[in-house]
């Protein structure tokens, strides 16, 4: 069985900052570990993923993630938070046994304030 | 550009009607699409995996007599919401996968379903 748990359902950063979204995950297998992100009403998009080989990963928009197996965790950075990172993240887990689906944690929403 | 068309991107139907959304891949052949479902202010439920050719395999607590899903060819699957009801109201996203392993990378644009 696999989980995900996002810390936080709401996120607050001013234009400029530091915006660091958590995400800790349970996996009986190795996992690989996604990042999307949503606009209203729109689908998601990939931001970036894990698989295998460098734990530091980096995606669009700058956004990077660092997998972490020791702490299960597979947090979301960006150094500086831009007024269109105003959206949803959430963070999945797929375990090749599983089927290839994907597991969703419960999404961050990010409001970046001017 | 969009890589997975899903249509209609909002519906509007009266209580004991069925409403059709379709899903399909455009640059690639999807062996699997996924359907969720997306309750407001909510994480993505999976409802079901469609494989073309063979019977859809639900999501336990999805009624599959309710939520039929059909995956006639390589780019083309639809989910048939039948006699819907007021709390079938949700947001409907397909995505696809062309590759085994690695996820399903590319997500349609959803369908707003309303219940009237």
């Known amino acids: 069985a696999q989980s995900v748990t996002q810390l936080g359902s709401h996120v607050s950063v001013s234009e400029g900052a530091l915006v660091l979204l958590r995400c800790n995950y349970s996996?009986?297998?190795?996992?690989?570990l996604f990042w999307y992100v949503q606009y209203p009403n729109q689908g998601l998009q990939l931001l970036l993923k894990?698989?295998?080989?460098?734990?530091l990963v980096k995606g669009i928009n700058g956004f990077e993630a660092e997998f972490k197996k020791s702490e299960t965790s597979f947090h979301l950075t960006k150094p500086s938070a831009h007024m269109s990172d105003a959206a949803e993240y959430f963070c999945?887990?797929?375990?090749?046994?599983?089927?290839?689906?994907?597991?969703f944690g419960g999404g961050t929403r990010v409001l970046v304030k001017p | 550009g969009a890589v997975v068309s899903q249509h209609p991107s909002r519906v509007i139907c009266k209580s004991g009607t069925s409403v059709k959304i379709e899903c399909r891949s455009l640059?690639?052949?999807?062996?699997?699409m996924f359907w969720y479902r997306q309750f407001p202010k909510k994480s993505l439920m999976l409802m079901a995996t469609?494989?073309?050719?063979?019977?859809?395999?639900?999501e336990q607590g999805v009624e599959k007599d309710k939520f039929l899903i059909n995956h006639a060819s390589l780019t083309l699957s639809t989910l048939t919401v039948t006699s819907a009801h007021p709390e079938d109201s949700s947001f409907y996203i397909c995505?696809?996968?062309?590759?085994?392993?690695?996820?399903?990378?590319?997500f349609g644009n959803g369908t707003r379903l309303t219940v009237t």
């Open positions: 996996s009986s297998v190795p996992p690989y």
């Open positions: 999945a887990v797929m375990a090749k046994a599983a089927g290839n689906k994907l597991t």
């Open positions: 894990y698989t295998t080989g460098a734990t």
């Open positions: 640059d690639f052949q999807a062996t699997t």
């Open positions: 995505s696809a996968s062309f590759s085994e392993g690695h996820s399903p990378l590319h």
């Open positions: 469609s494989n073309e050719g063979s019977k859809a395999t639900y």
